[in-house]
């Protein structure tokens, strides 16, 4: 996945597919915010976060640095429920938003999943990627944050007023910012993830639309 070089820039205008806030804190197969091991890791992060803002964020680092990127890190082991992402300690994007969104849940605080199409530099075409946006009671409106990992080139930070994505969109290449807010992973991402046997075959047939 590529996309153009990370610039700040405004927030997208989102819009939640479910009206109902409460969609947004509830817990489904991938994102199982009330498994023993979400919970705990939720409670170790809180302890040193104690208010719902610094708390979002250090949920958002500890995804982003310490859930490793499969792909990046040559791991061949898929994950996409939320608490075998954190067991395991690694996952592609879709599967860290899935673990950033359950820990955010865990503490109460709204969050979502959002996706970019973005051009596969490498092979041609376009590949889905995956983003959570979080909402947070004295902010007011959606944020998005993209837990993906950096690494050279891809600087993602959390940022609740100025977007500090992996990737920005070019529309001249065909590029897609969704600015829909998912209360559950898109089913043609999950049905991905769960059917796929490993990282090689993952990666060979990862989402191109939604």
Known sequence: ??????????????????????AYLAADDAIDHRH????ETAARLRAQAPDAYS???????????TVTHSHDA????????ASDVLEQGTGICY?????LAALLRARSIPAGLCYQLLA???GGGHVVHGLVALRLPEHGMWARQDPRGNKPGVDARFSLDEERLAWTVRPELGEVDG??????PHPVVLAALRSAPDG???????????
């Open 120 to 122: 596969d530099d490498k």
């Open 55 to 65: 708390y979002a964020r250090a949920a958002f680092e500890f995804v982003r640095d």
């Open 179 to 184: 600015a829909t807010v998912h209360a559950a």
């Open 95 to 99: 599967a860290k938003t899935h673990a």
């Open 74 to 81: 040559g791991d061949h082991r898929v994950t996409w429920r």
């Open 200 to 210: 090689p075959a993952l990666w060979k047939t990862l989402p191109t639309a939604l």
């Open 36 to 39: 023993p091991l979400v919970l």
């Open 1 to 22: 996945m590529s996309g153009g070089p990370p610039v700040y820039r405004d927030g997208m205008e989102l819009i939640q597919e479910v009206p109902r806030l409460a």
